[in-house]
């Protein structure tokens, strides 16, 4: 079992960053991938970002590539998601999430792939 914690969201201007943090709790965590996906209003949930349990993979979907970075601390059993150049688009929900074994990227790059799943955290983006 692994529980998830998101924190870090919040209201922010148009073009600027905000960092989501991801604090994971259970002793296999480090064996996990992680994704990050969020939702918004209206909006079928959107898979954005994936790194797999060494850190040294991560997979990010076209929509967000260039501007959002995931990254993890094993050690601090935490994962990041960095934000940049935010649009009045990014505003949603985003949750991080994880899934054990599978086959890297492929089992990884949907909202349905991840079994244990945080709260959410709120990103608000005003124009």
């Known amino acids: 079992q692994v529980q998830l914690v998101e924190s870090g969201g919040g209201l922010v201007q148009a073009g600027g960053s905000l960092r989501l943090s991801c604090a994971a709790s259970?002793?296999?965590?480090?064996?996990?991938?992680v994704g990050w996906i969020r939702q918004a209003p209206g909006k079928e949930r959107e898979f954005l970002a994936a790194?797999?349990?060494?850190?040294?993979?991560?997979y990010n979907t076209d929509s967000v590539k260039g501007r959002f970075t995931i990254s993890r601390d094993n050690a601090k059993n935490t994962i990041y998601l960095q934000m940049n150049s935010l649009k009045p688009e990014d505003t949603a929900v985003y949750y991080c999430?994880?899934?054990?074994?599978?086959?890297?990227?492929?089992?990884?790059?949907?909202?349905?792939?991840?079994?244990?799943w945080g709260q959410g955290a709120q990103v608000t983006v005003s124009s």
């Open positions: 259970g002793r296999t965590f480090s064996s996990y991938v």
């Open positions: 790194i797999n349990w060494s850190g040294d993979r991560t």
């Open positions: 999430a994880a899934k054990g074994s599978g086959r890297w990227p492929r089992n990884y790059v949907t909202a349905d792939d991840y079994e244990y």
